[in-house]
């Protein structure tokens, strides 16, 4: 099994910036990619961005690619998400993901509220 937290959101103004971070404890050797998702209410959950566990493999949704940076320490077992140039349309809760192979989620966090106002 895998455990994933995270932390880091908020209330923030648009054109603010946070950092979200998502701590992994549990089967770490096993895990091959961790993603960030968000769903914003009313809506359902849209990918946002993942990263390879080892290596330097990103992939970003359209929708944040030059505004969000998905980032990881393995030393730590932690991985980030920089969120800047917020706009009030990045409201949402937000939840990383892990996964034993590539594109399927097998661990789910219980998601942070990041909420942007105007």
């Known amino acids: 099994q895998v455990q994933l937290v995270e932390s880091g959101g908020g209330l923030v103004q648009a054109g603010g910036s946070l950092r979200l971070s998502c701590a992994v404890s549990?089967?770490?050797?096993?895990?091959?990619?961790m993603a960030w998702f968000r769903q914003a209410p009313g809506k359902e959950r849209e990918f946002v961005a993942s990263i390879s566990w080892s290596g330097n493999s990103t992939n970003y949704a359209n929708s944040v690619k030059g505004q969000f940076t998905i980032s990881r320490d393995n030393a730590k077992n932690t991985v980030y998400l920089q969120m800047n140039s917020l706009k009030p349309e990045d409201t949402a809760v937000y939840s990383c993901?892990?996964?034993?192979?590539?594109?399927?989620?097998?661990?789910w966090g219980q998601g942070t509220q990041v909420t942007v106002s105007s």
């Open positions: 549990g089967r770490t050797l096993s895990i091959y990619t």
């Open positions: 993901a892990a996964g034993f192979r590539s594109y399927v989620y097998n661990f």
